[in-house]
């Protein structure tokens, strides 16, 4: 039997999978652990489900996900609408060198694992699918920019990219902690955070944002973030038409969105509301994530597997010696750069909620608050680090492809 689902009931069973997720995640202790995405939890069920029923040749599924990449470019135009860089500027010295860290690896990562991909006899593709796109970009990148690839002939490249997203959430969240203790023992640091809140201040007290919600205000970002999608997708189409460079809307939308943050910055044109902007996010990633993990086809995995576990366990012990013997040095030796070290092995393998979770169990392990971990590794590895990062992904795969 074929089930076909047309765009409203697709979008449906997507909600649907996404609060079974936040409910599963709510009830299962390890999945909490992890920091385990809800989409990514009922997204999976879902397509185990399906891979099942194929298997036994039962029944197969289709979706209309037509509106899947709207969502996926709501999405990334809140991540530009983030790169003030007025906040930028506030953060001082040490925000700067772990953004640079975090656009160093985000390079890295991409370019090491094309070469593990390389040596291996595989599609460079994969090596990128296992590198930044799914490591620092998260569950979200991975299906973004898998499904850039397999629009440009790389089959199989979501799944990749979703397993190794997956694999980047563990691992990251195991070794975050460990590394912040072994830090602090080996190098016998003093439990003492500093104290400057100039850079928490400019964040919570800039003028231009709103922090309460209501219908109009909703509205109003809601009207900006479509303006900035449809001058992206413009932006995109004159730029791939121009070079033959393929240049998604998505990030078309982000970019523009970066310029629009910034000018509103010094010219003041329109209230910022945070908060509505931080519901319109969640929401187009929750559901853009869900349903790309409802499409999934897990019976392609195996065609990748092995290669694509070789690439992972190699790039998670890269990172695992940068952080230790260059990170820590270049962040000051001290308690603050342990707690972002705990951070980069969250984010830099998995996602900022690991990176946040990894930094809050070392604050309340050791009993003091690094202020400026908490405010710095979330604003560059959630926001920040994308506006160069996606950009390389976007030249790597068109140069391989």
């Known amino acids: 039997m074929v089930f076909q689902f047309d765009v409203l009931s697709t979008l449906l069973l997507t909600i649907l999978c996404l609060l079974g997720g936040s409910e599963l995640k709510k ?11 809800a989409p990514v939890i009922g997204g999976f069920l879902i397509s185990l489900i399906i891979w099942l029923l194929r298997s036994l040749e039962l029944a197969s599924f289709q979706f209309d996900t037509s509106i899947q990449s709207y969502l996926m470019v709501a999405f990334f135009t809140t991540v530009g609408l983030g790169g003030s860089f007025k906040i930028l500027r506030s953060g001082g010295k040490l925000l ?4 640079c860290i975090c656009w160093f690896i985000a390079f890295f990562q991409n370019t090491f694992g094309v070469g593990i991909a390389m040596a291996l006899d595989t599609n460079p593709i994969l090596g990128v699918m296992a590198g930044a796109v799914s490591l620092t970009g998260g569950h979200g990148g991975a299906a ?13 490249a979501t799944i990749a990219a979703l397993a190794a997203a997956t694999f980047g959430l563990i691992a990251g969240s195991l070794l975050g902690g460990p590394v912040a203790s072994y830090l602090i023992r080996k190098h ?18 800039n003028p231009l944002i709103s922090t309460t919600v209501d219908t109009f205000a909703f509205l109003k970002m809601l009207a900006l973030i479509l303006f900035i999608m449809v001058i992206g997708r413009m ?19 982000m970019l523009v969105a970066v310029v629009v943050r910034n000018l509103n910055d010094r010219l003041e044109w329109i209230p910022i509301h945070e908060k509505s902007i931080d519901l319109i996010s969640g929401a187009s990633l929750g559901l853009f994530l869900t349903m790309a993990m409802m499409s999934l086809k897990i019976w392609e995995l195996s065609e990748v597997a092995l290669p694509l576990f070789i690439i992972l366990v190699l790039q998670v012990l890269a990172l695992l010696l940068m952080t230790i013997f260059i990170v820590f040095p270049l962040l000051g030796k001290n308690y603050d750069a342990a707690v972002m070290c705990s951070g980069l092995m969250g984010h830099g393998l998995g996602a900022t909620p690991n990176a946040m979770a990894n930094m809050t169990s070392v604050c309340e392990r050791y009993k003091v608050i690094s202020t400026k971990a908490l405010m710095i590794v979330p604003l560059s590895g959630a926001v920040l680090i994308d506006i160069v990062a996606i950009p390389y992904h976007t030249w790597l795969i068109n140069f391989f492809s």
Not at 27 to 37: A, E, S, V
């Open 27 to 37: 009830r299962i202790k390890w999945l909490q652990k992890f920091c385990i995405p």
């Open 96 to 99: 700067l060198i772990y953004l």
């Open 144 to 156: 973004a920019f898998g499904g850039m690839a397999e629009e440009l002939g790389h089959s199989s």
């Open 188 to 205: 016998h640091v003093k439990i003492e955070a500093d104290s400057d809140v100039t850079f928490t201040k400019e964040i919570h007290e």
């Open 235 to 253: 932006a995109s189409t004159l730029f791939t038409e121009a070079t033959g460079f393929s240049l998604p809307s998505y990030v078309g939308a």
